[in-house]
């Protein structure tokens, strides 16, 4: 059996990375790494925003932008990683020798000539842009991913913090599922809850998501290389909800960060304590 592993840059996509490349081994022929793409000029981002949203939205992305700055909120998220995750360096998990694609695209043709010539049986996917069509047909058995959320309950983006948000942080966690043009929204392979405490914001909850999310991966991807059956289970969407960048503005940030910090979230997990985490399909130990 032959894999693939399609990633991207951040500190969290080589993590899940090393997990996978340590219950996989040589077995894993190829990996392909998303390359974050030039920023736009000011006047490019301007016109890009103006042409894909209303005015109004366009304002409030800006302001939400530039709050977001000045809370140095993706200092925080990037604090959180390296305190959950560590310090991560590609040379001590990507042997020198394994065939390496550094494409701005994982559906462009660089990665498709790429992903033809090493013909996998499993591709394995974290952290890129959405994958189409193109690519999910070259996966000789299956292609899989890891979504950092419960599906179907919580799928898209920001999925650590909208239970948090909703006021239930037991629907904190990762599932590993099956690629599909439906995002996250294909065949389960198993699902894993994170142990979330008062003293956690959304930031300590992505990265703990992350940690029991490649835990969850490494496993399932050990098992179906090894040719074991895992009985998946079919999404129903109509029970959850698809959040998208533009849903959360800085207005949610600051009423999380308030309920957190006025003793809702501690609240709520002392009204929940001695309920068991909903999700653990293959007996992860939760962060």
């Not at 909208?162 to 996250?184: F, I, K």
């Not at 979330?196 to 940690?211: G, L, P, R």
Request: aromatic fraction near 8%; charge should be positive; charged fraction near 20%.
């Amino acid at each position: 059996m032959k894999a693939l592993i399609i990633t991207a840059e951040g500190i969290e996509q080589q993590y899940v990375t090393r997990q996978l490349m340590l219950a996989l081994g040589d077995q894993v022929c190829g990996i392909i790494v998303e390359q974050h793409k030039k920023k736009r000029s000011v006047l490019a981002s301007l016109k890009h925003g103006m042409k894909r949203y209303s005015p109004l939205v366009f304002c409030e992305r800006i302001v939400t932008k530039s709050l977001r700055s000045l809370m140095r909120t993706e200092q925080k998220q990037l604090s959180a990683l390296k305190l959950h995750l560590g310090s991560i360096n590609k040379e001590d998990y990507i042997p020198a020798d394994l065939p390496v694609c550094t494409p701005y695209s994982a559906n462009g043709s660089e990665s498709i000539v790429f992903i033809k010539d090493i013909a996998p049986d499993y591709i394995f996917v974290y952290g890129t842009g959405i994958i189409k069509q193109q690519v999910i047909s070259l996966a000789k058995s299956s292609i899989l991913n890891l979504h950092t959320g419960i599906s179907p309950y919580y799928r898209g983006c920001s999925c650590a913090f909208w239970p948090l948000y909703n006021r239930e942080p037991h629907m904190v966690g990762a599932t590993v599922h099956q690629c599909s043009l439906e995002v996250d929204g294909g065949d389960i392979y198993g699902r894993c809850s994170v142990n979330i405490t008062e003293q956690d914001d959304h930031h300590i909850a992505f990265a703990k998501s992350v940690k029991v999310g490649a835990r969850l991966y490494a496993a399932v991807a050990k098992k179906l290389l090894e040719d074991e059956a895992i009985k998946t289970i079919r999404q129903d969407t109509s029970i959850g909800k698809e959040y998208q960048f533009k849903h959360r503005t800085i207005l949610h940030d600051i009423k999380l960060l308030a309920y957190i910090f006025s003793g809702g979230l501690k609240r709520t997990l002392q009204s929940t304590k001695h309920k068991s985490l909903p999700f653990n399909d293959f007996n992860i130990s939760g962060e």
